[in-house]
């Protein structure tokens, strides 16, 4: 146990967020007292008020805010170092993120049942452009932000982008461990989101299926799942063959992404019944509305 780190973190969230605000802006005496004064007079908060006297911006009440309830965010001086599509670090108070946080809070109250055994989640889509890596990334930060560890595995070995959303080297990965290789620091850390951990696709190979189909595969689960709280699987695209459906038996869980006016009933039917013929659980389809 880190005692010390625990106690600086309930040290933090003690302070208020006119004090958190105070030391990052370094506001003296004077100018606090200015955003009191205007505090009381016009009923707001510490935050806002700074805000509209230009004392603090936005992002030092988000930031206060963030340390304060121990939510990781991203404020738009550091959004550079982070992909637009991470909603849940760079709008985390949008309607986008809040959909993402709805949906995981109906998957963990699917997941979480007394005695139950532990999934990884399987993010499964009809076709290319649904929108999968999208939700993937974000409910993987989503569970970050939970406070358990959290790890985004790329099984998508044909056409990969967990590495292009969280900016981290793909000279190594998932098709190399499937591949028999011993590689070094494969699992790597997100800097922006303490908790949260990315597993790239790494080369793509050129029999993509036959490595997810691999024993390999449900060994890596079964030992990723021991060591995470959450495993979330961004998978390849049904239309590109049963890399998708093989992926989620693996991992015994998935939620089928559908994009609104792009897939058919019928595709998305033909999709449960494979799942449900893999033995995989199906928690839930999402619609994408983008």
Known sequence: MNTTS?????????????????????LNAAEVEQV????????????????????????????????????PVVTAENAGKVSSE??????????????????????MMRLNKPQAERFGIAVV????????????????????????????VDADLRSPRVHEVFQVPNTAGLSGLLSGRTESQVIQPVESVPG???????PLPPNPLELIERAAFGLLMRELL????????????????????????RCGAAVLLAR?????????????????GGSTQ?????????
């Open 125 to 152: 889509s009809p076709d290319r452009g649904d929108g999968k890596t999208y939700f993937a990334s974000n409910l993987a930060v989503s569970l970050a932000q939970l406070g358990g560890r959290t790890l985004l």
């Open 260 to 276: 609104k006016n792009q897939n058919t009933l019928t595709a998305l039917q033909e999709i449960a019944a494979a799942l449900a």
């Open 196 to 202: 949260l951990f990315v597993l790239p696709a790494g």
């Open 86 to 107: 991470l909603v849940t670090l760079l709008d985390p108070f949008s309607a986008r993120a809040e959909a993402i946080r709805a949906v995981r809070s109906q998957l």
């Open 226 to 249: 021991s060591k995470f709280d959450h495993v979330v699987v961004d998978t390849a695209a049904v239309a590109h063959g049963a890399d998708a459906c093989v992926a989620a038996s």
């Open 6 to 26: 625990e106690f600086q973190g309930a040290e933090v969230r003690d302070r208020s967020i006119g004090d958190l605000i105070r030391d990052a802006r370094n």
């Open 282 to 290: 199906l928690l839930g389809t999402v619609l994408n509305e983008q």
């Open 36 to 71: 009191l004064s205007y505090q009381r007079e016009h009923g707001v908060r510490f935050g806002e008020a700074a805000v509209l006297l230009g004392l603090a911006s936005p992002d030092d009440v988000l930031n206060a805010l963030a340390q304060q309830f121990h939510y």
